[in-house]
């Protein structure tokens, strides 16, 4: 079945600091990519997306580049700020087929907890 | 608009005791999804709801039930609860045609 696999945490940075949250998947067809961002105390958030292959998603900052020939979304941020603090998830969806949708479960990896000091 | 609210926030239960959870959207989403959320693993998924009067099993759906009277509800039931199944309730909702799901704030259980 499908699975997403993200680098183990936490990670700790320093304010200003280049973050990369590694994120790698296993999957059949033509999945949808998604970073979403739990900030503390609060339920999950989207982050950005990318639906096909050489895509980039991009928001706040942070970007990340769907490359199917190494079956990975990177997620990455040039200069950290505090308020970035927050759990990170990695996350694909399934088309039925190309250009199609499936009921639209997410597959999730386990988080990369980020804490960023000043 | 609210998006997506879950009541309650917190709960305590002992082993063997029922409970059910709400989830209530005002965007009109045709899909709803009951996640649980435990350390290191990620998110999973319980039960989900494709539309009004409709329910399906997800990955982890032993010891749940759900049930969807009203587009806008999706409820999520413990009949007898387990401490397997202290963990955090995350529900969420998309539209039909988009991928893109909106979560609910979450609810803390623990069970004794």
């Known amino acids: 079945g499908d699975s997403v696999t993200q680098m183990e945490g936490p990670v700790t940075l320093s304010e200003e600091a280049f973050l990369t949250i590694n994120c790698t998947y296993t999957a059949t067809g033509y999945p949808s990519l998604f970073w979403y961002v739990q900030y503390p105390g609060e339920g999950l958030q989207l982050l950005l997306k990318a639906t096909k292959a050489d895509d980039k998603g991009s928001n706040k900052g942070f970007e990340a580049t769907y490359r199917k020939e190494t079956t990975s979304f990177h997620l990455e941020k040039g200069s950290v700020q505090v308020s970035d603090s927050a759990v990170y998830f990695c996350?694909?969806?399934?088309?039925?087929?190309?250009?199609?949708?499936?009921?639209?479960?997410?597959?999730f990896g386990q988080g990369t907890i980020l804490t960023v000091h000043p | 608009n609210a998006g997506v609210t879950q009541t309650p926030k917190f709960r305590v239960l002992k082993t063997g005791q029922s409970m059910t959870l709400l989830c209530a959207q005002d965007m009109n989403h045709e899909y709803m999804y009951w996640y649980r959320q435990d350390p290191g693993m990620g998110l999973r998924l319980i039960h989900y709801?494709?539309?009004?009067?409709?329910?399906a099993k997800g990955e982890v759906p032993d010891g749940y039930n759900v049930s969807r009277l009203k587009k806008q509800n999706f409820l999520l039931g413990l009949e007898s609860a387990a401490p397997s199944q202290t963990s955090v309730y995350f529900c969420?909702?998309?539209?039909?045609?988009?991928?893109?799901?909106?979560f609910g704030p979450g609810t803390r259980l623990l069970v004794l």
């Open positions: 969420a909702s998309r539209p039909s045609g988009r991928e893109t799901q909106y």
């Open positions: 709801s494709v539309g009004e009067g409709t329910t």
């Open positions: 996350a694909l969806s399934q088309k039925a087929n190309a250009g199609g949708t499936s009921y639209g479960k997410l597959t």
